[in-house]
């Protein structure tokens, strides 16, 4: 069984619907903290490290073989979390891809809270590739309103209007889960990445080795 760590309900739906078309059969448990975000917005995510350990321990008694992290903010706080099995941050695959893609790596997020440990973690996977980045940063004002207003739709569509404004990047990394439908709104010729997909796969071959 593979446990997903959520701070937002939105999610549930759409990493069922990723397991469902290509992890049939593996067996996902959600576990949704809406207020761990709410703290580490406001106090920085080190101050829920404690409760994070909390919520992933809950998961090993529960069964889980491996714990997904879906929120940016704190997948730093869960890995270093030292649980007894794996648990991996939904973005770090495509923070992978995108070192692979080439040195101009711009960071889109429409959270503060999220930009510094994803500009982090990106450049952790460029050390590891061995290749230089240079990582911008773009913070859409507003858009995280659309978000819990539940304008989802409007939402994607300020991503992906964000997004096909970017210009001399090589890759363009959608910082937060909840910006993958955007993806498929863009207009850029510039990769447009998102964590659900490579993150589920990592998580679902934890999970089977584990």
Same mark, same amino acid.
């Given at each position: 069984?593979?446990?997903?760590?959520?701070?937002?309900?939105?999610?549930?739906?759409?990493?069922?619907?990723?397991?469902?078309?290509?992890?049939?059969? /593996?067996?996902? %448990?959600?576990?949704?903290?809406?207020?761990?975000?709410?703290?580490?917005?406001?106090?920085?995510?080190?101050?829920?490290?404690?409760?994070?350990? $909390?919520? #992933?321990?809950?998961?090993?008694?529960?069964?889980?073989?491996?714990?997904?992290?879906?929120?940016? @903010?704190?997948?730093?706080?869960?890995?270093?979390?030292?649980?007894?099995?794996?648990?991996?941050?939904?973005? %770090?695959?495509?923070?992978?891809?995108?070192?692979? &893609?080439?040195?101009?790596?711009?960071?889109?997020?429409? #959270?503060?809270? @999220?930009?510094?440990?994803?500009?982090? /973690?990106?450049?952790?996977?460029?050390?590891?590739?061995?290749?230089?980045?240079?990582? %911008?940063?773009?913070?859409?004002?507003?858009?995280?309103?659309?978000?819990?207003?539940?304008?989802?739709?409007?939402?994607?569509? $300020?991503? &992906?209007?964000?997004?096909?404004?970017? @210009?001399?990047?090589?890759?363009?990394?959608? &910082?937060?889960?909840?910006?993958?439908?955007?993806?498929?709104?863009?207009? @850029?010729?510039?990769?447009?990445?998102?964590?659900? %997909?490579?993150?589920?796969?990592?998580?679902?071959?934890?999970?089977?080795?584990?």
């Amino acid at each position: 069984m593979l446990a997903l760590l959520h701070t937002s309900p939105v999610h549930v739906p759409v990493f069922d619907a990723l397991r469902d078309e290509a992890h049939q059969g /593996l067996e996902l %448990r959600h576990l949704v903290a809406e207020e761990l975000l709410t703290r580490a917005r406001s106090e920085g995510p080190d101050a829920v490290a404690d409760e994070v350990r $909390a919520v #992933l321990d809950r998961a090993v008694a529960e069964g889980a073989r491996a714990v997904l992290c879906t929120c940016s @903010t704190l997948g730093g706080v869960a890995e270093r979390a030292g649980a007894e099995v794996p648990v991996l941050r939904v973005d %770090r695959p495509m923070a992978a891809a995108a070192v692979a &893609a080439g040195p101009r790596i711009v960071v889109l997020a429409a #959270l503060e809270s @999220t930009l510094e440990p994803t500009v982090a /973690l990106v450049e952790e996977e460029a050390r590891r590739a061995r290749r230089p980045v240079d990582v %911008r940063t773009v913070l859409m004002e507003g858009a995280w309103g659309l978000f819990e207003a539940g304008d989802t739709d409007g939402y994607a569509r $300020a991503v &992906a209007a964000a997004a096909d404004a970017v @210009t001399d990047a090589d890759a363009i990394v959608l &910082a937060q889960a909840s910006m993958a439908p955007a993806q498929h709104l863009t207009a @850029t010729s510039t990769p447009v990445l998102s964590s659900p %997909r490579p993150g589920l796969a990592a998580g679902a071959g934890a999970a089977r080795d584990g």
